[in-house]
C-alpha cells in the first residue's frame, strides 16, 4: 500500500475568484520552503486533452510559472493534469459532450494511483469552479473533497455582497466534516458592484474583518489572508502572493513536516484521546483491567473507517448493524439537519400548560385557559 493521501484542497467560493492563482501563490510559498509539494488538477475544462501540457489556457501552465526561478524539488514536475475536456464548462457537461461520465470513486481512484508515482510530500488538488459545481447527475466537487478527507483552502472573491457566498461555503465544508486550512480574499474586478459611494477601502476590510469574527465563533483558526488584484503576475508579483500566503503555507508545511508524519501533533491528540477512553470507557466484550487495542478514527465515508495516521479499514459488520446504509449517507445526513435546523427536540410526554388567548365575556384583560396535551415531531425523513 502506498503512502495515505497527504495535501490540501484547493476550492473556490464560485467560479472566477482567483482560484488557480491562489493555488500557484500557495505552491510557490511551499517550494520556496524546500517542501515537495505538487499541484494537480483532477479536473481540467476549456482544453483538449492533447494540448494540455502547451496550452497557455491551462492552468498547469500557471502552477509552472507560480514557481519560476524557485530552486526545482528533485524531479517532481510543478503540475499534472488527470483528465482534460475540451468544452469550457462544468466537468459533468464537459466530460458528457464526450461521451465520458465522471464519478467520485474514480477520481478518487486516479488521485491515489497519481500519489503513488510521484517523489511529494503532499498535492494541492484544485476543483473546478465552486464547490457544488457538478460532477455528473447526482455529485459535485464538495462529494469528491469529503470522500478525499483533506484540509480545505477555500479562495473567496472580495466584493459588496461576497458574504453570503463565503460563509455558505464554510458552512458546507463544516457539515462534510472537511477542515479549515485557510481562507483567501481576492478582490473582484469591480468589487463595489457597481453601486455609487461605496467606500471600497472599508468594505473590503470589514468583510475579512466578519470572516474572521464568524471562523471563531466556530473555533477555527484558520487564517483569514487578504490578497490584492495584481495586474502584472511577474516574478515579484508571485513572491508578494506567496509571502501574504505565508500564515497557510506555514500551516500545511507544519503538518506534513518529518516530525508531524512520524508522530507529532496527530500521535499526542491520539494518545491524549486512548488515555480519557481507558479512563472512562467500558468497551463491551472487554475486559475492564486488561484494555484492548485502541485505535483513534479520524473519519468515515461509505463503507470505510479512516484511522487517525491516515489508514483505510473496511467496515465488515455495518457497525453493529447501524450503517447498513453507509457512514455519511448524504439522504440521511440531509434529513438530519432539516430536523435539526427545524425542530432538534420537542416535550413528547403530557403537559400542562396556560396559553393566554382565552378572552370570555366581562373579563376586562386576557385570562389563561389551561389546556392539556401531548407532541410529536413531524419527521424530516
Not at 514536475?77 to 457537461?93: D, K, R, T
Not at 461576497?162 to 468589487?191: K, M
Not at 461605496?198 to 487578504?226: F, K, W, Y
Not at 508545511?253 to 508531524?260: F, H, K, N, V
Request: net charge neutral; glycine share 10%; aromatic share 6%.
Amino acid at each position: 500500500m502506498c503512502e495515505p493521501l497527504r495535501g490540501v484542497f484547493v476550492a473556490g467560493s464560485g467560479t472566477d475568484v482567483g482560484k488557480t492563482v491562489c493555488a500557484g501563490a500557495l505552491l510557490r510559498a511551499l517550494r520556496q520552503m524546500r517542501m515537495p509539494v505538487q499541484a494537480v488538477k483532477p479536473v481540467q475544462t476549456g482544453i483538449p486533452a492533447s494540448a494540455h501540457a502547451v496550452s497557455a489556457q491551462s492552468d498547469a501552465a500557471v502552477y509552472t510559472a507560480a514557481v519560476a526561478g524557485v530552486a526545482s524539488t528533485g524531479r517532481l514536475q510543478p503540475a499534472a493534469m488527470l483528465h482534460c475536456f475540451e468544452l469550457p464548462a462544468s466537468p459533468h457537461l464537459a466530460a458528457a459532450r464526450e461521451g465520458k461520465k465522471l464519478d467520485c470513486m474514480s477520481l478518487r481512484g486516479d488521485i491515489l494511483a497519481h500519489w503513488a508515482t510521484v517523489p511529494a510530500r503532499a498535492l494541492l488538488l484544485e476543483g473546478a469552479g465552486g464547490l457544488r459545481v457538478p460532477l455528473n447527475e447526482d455529485e459535485d466537487m464538495l462529494d469528491l473533497m469529503a470522500v478525499l478527507g483533506l484540509p480545505v483552502f477555500l479562495v473567496g472573491g472580495n466584493y459588496l455582497g461576497c458574504l453570503n457566498h463565503i460563509l455558505l461555503s464554510i458552512d458546507a465544508l463544516r457539515h462534510s466534516g472537511l477542515e479549515l486550512a485557510g481562507l483567501a480574499l481576492v478582490p473582484s474586478v469591480d468589487p463595489d458592484a457597481g453601486c455609487p459611494g461605496v467606500d471600497t477601502a472599508a468594505m473590503l476590510a470589514d468583510n475579512a474583518r466578519i470572516l474572521r469574527h464568524r471562523l471563531g465563533r466556530t473555533g477555527s483558526d484558520a487564517p483569514v489572508v487578504e490578497l490584492p488584484r495584481l495586474k502584472n503576475l511577474d516574478e515579484g508579483g508571485w513572491d508578494k502572493l506567496a509571502r501574504l500566503l505565508t500564515p497557510v503555507a506555514l500551516r500545511m508545511a507544519q503538518a506534513w513536516s518529518e516530525p508531524a508524519l512520524a508522530g507529532g501533533q496527530a500521535s499526542s491528540e491520539e494518545q491524549n484521546l486512548v488515555r480519557r477512553d481507558r479512563a472512562a470507557v467500558w468497551h463491551p466484550y472487554a475486559s475492564a483491567l486488561d484494555f484492548p487495542p485502541l485505535n483513534a478514527v479520524r473519519r468515515t465515508w461509505a463503507n470505510r473507517i479512516v484511522l487517525a495516521d491516515g489508514r483505510e479499514l473496511v467496515d465488515g459488520m455495518s457497525s453493529w448493524w447501524a450503517a447498513v446504509h453507509g457512514y455519511n449517507n448524504p439522504h440521511l445526513l440531509d434529513a438530519l439537519r432539516v430536523q435539526a435546523g427545524r425542530m432538534p427536540h420537542v416535550m413528547f410526554g403530557g403537559l400542562r400548560m396556560s396559553l393566554p388567548w382565552h378572552w370570555p365575556k366581562g373579563c376586562s384583560g386576557l385570562c389563561p385557559k389551561v389546556l392539556s396535551a401531548s407532541f410529536f415531531p413531524i419527521p424530516a425523513l
